[in-house]
C-alpha cells in the first residue's frame, strides 16, 4: 500500500505541471486583451497602457511569465485577481464550499435512485420496466445540462411557481458563513431561534433544481452500470452455488449479487464526482450558482489570466484528489489492485 501510494503521488507531479501549462497557454490564445478590459475608454492612452502592462507583468516574454508563475505556485502564491485585487487562493475557498454543496446533493441523489433502478432494472431482465428505466436513463445521460436545466426552470418555477429561479437563499435571511455549506450553516442555533427553519427550508428549495440537473447523467450512468454489473454478478458460479444450497432468493440477491456488484461502482462514482465538479459550470451559471464554475465562467469573460490559471488548477487537483481516494478504497476492497500496480 505503501508503494502504491508514493506512485501516485509522483504521478501527481508531471500531471499538474502539464495541467498548470496547458491552462496558461489556452488562456493566452483566447482573443481579447484583459488590459483593454480592465482600461475601458482609457486604454487608448498607450502611456496608460503600458503602465498597466507593466504592472500586472504581461509586458515580458511569455515564457518567463510562466517560469514567474510556476515559482510563484511553488511559494504558495497562486496570485491575484486582475478584476477584484484579492488573492485566487480567498476567492476560490470563499465560493468552493457552494459547489462543494450542490456537488454532494447531485451525487447523493444520483446514488439514492440509480443503484435502486440499476438493481430492479437487472432484477427484471427483459421485461416492461427494465426497458423503461434504461431507456429514461439512456434520454437523461442524452440531455444537454443547460438544456434541461432551463426546462426544469420553466416547468417548476415559472409555471408552477414551486421552487426558487436562482440563487442559494432567499435576500430576507442573513445567515452568517460557519462551514459555507448553507444547509449546514442555516441549523445554526442563532439563527433558528432568529427565523426558525425557515433559513432552511429556502435552502433546501434552491438545491433543487440545480441538484436534479447536475446529477441526472450521473444518475444515468450509475443505474446502466449498476444493471450491468448486477447481471455479470448473477451469472458467476459461487451464486449458482448458493442457488443450489438452497438460500432464498433474497439472500442471494442481497448478500451475494448486489454487495459484489457494488464494488466496481465505487470507481465509477469516485469519477462521477470528479466529472460532477468540472461539469458545475454550466448548472452554476443557468441557476446563477454563487460556486467555483461560475466563478470561471465570470472570469473568461473579464480574461482575468491568474483566476482562470489558478481555478483550472484548483479543479484539477480535486479531481485528482478524488481519484486517488477512490484508488485507495478500491485497493482496500481489493488488495490485488494495489499490488498489480
Not at 454543496?101 to 427484471?124: R, S, T
Not at 431561534?193 to 450509475?222: E, N, Q, R, W, Y
Request: with cysteine; charged share 15%.
Amino acid at each position: 500500500m505503501k508503494k502504491f501510494l508514493q506512485k501516485r503521488f509522483l504521478q501527481l507531479i508531471p500531471t499538474l505541471i502539464g495541467i498548470s501549462l496547458f491552462s496558461f497557454i489556452v488562456v493566452r490564445l483566447v482573443p481579447g486583451d484583459p488590459v483593454l478590459l480592465l482600461l475601458g475608454e482609457r486604454g487608448a492612452d498607450p502611456k496608460v497602457y503600458a503602465a498597466m502592462q507593466k504592472t500586472l507583468g504581461l509586458d515580458r516574454p511569455i515564457l518567463e511569465q510562466y517560469f514567474i508563475y510556476m515559482k510563484n505556485i511553488f511559494s504558495g502564491d497562486f496570485g491575484v485577481s486582475i478584476v477584484t485585487k484579492q488573492t485566487v487562493i480567498n476567492e476560490f475557498f470563499s465560493r468552493f464550499p457552494a459547489t462543494l454543496e450542490l456537488g454532494i446533493c447531485a451525487m447523493i441523489f444520483a446514488i439514492l435512485i440509480g443503484i435502486p433502478a440499476g438493481v430492479y432494472a437487472a432484477l427484471k431482465r427483459n421485461s416492461f420496466m427494465d426497458y423503461f428505466l434504461m431507456g429514461t436513463s439512456l434520454v437523461g445521460y442524452s440531455m444537454p445540462i443547460f438544456w434541461w436545466g432551463l426546462i426544469l426552470i420553466i416547468i417548476f418555477s415559472v409555471n408552477m411557481g414551486i421552487t426558487p429561479v436562482s440563487g442559494r437563499m432567499d435576500v430576507l435571511f442573513d445567515v452568517p458563513r460557519v462551514t459555507g455549506l448553507m444547509l449546514i450553516d442555516t441549523l445554526n442555533p442563532e439563527v433558528i431561534s432568529l427565523d426558525g427553519f425557515a433559513p432552511f427550508t429556502s435552502a433546501l428549495k434552491h438545491l433543487i433544481l440545480p441538484t436534479i440537473a447536475m446529477g441526472t447523467i450521473p444518475l444515468a450512468v450509475i443505474s446502466r452500470m449498476t444493471r450491468s454489473s448486477v447481471l455479470e454478478v448473477l451469472k458467476a458460479p459461487y451464486i449458482q452455488t448458493a442457488k443450489a444450497k438452497g438460500q432464498s432468493y433474497q439472500k442471494i440477491v442481497w448478500k451475494h449479487a448486489v454487495r459484489n456488484a457494488l464494488i466496481p461502482i465505487v470507481t465509477v462514482i469516485g469519477l462521477l464526482f470528479g466529472s460532477i465538479i468540472t461539469g458545475a459550470i454550466l448548472t452554476e451559471t443557468i441557476f446563477s450558482w454563487p460556486g467555483i464554475g461560475r466563478w470561471l465562467v465570470a472570469s473568461i469573460h473579464a480574461r482575468d489570466y491568474p483566476v482562470i490559471q489558478g481555478g483550472i488548477l484548483f479543479i484539477a487537483l480535486m479531481v485528482i484528489f478524488i481519484n486517488m481516494c477512490v484508488d485507495i478504497i478500491y485497493s482496500i476492497v481489493n488488495p490485488k489492485i494495489s499490488g498489480s500496480k
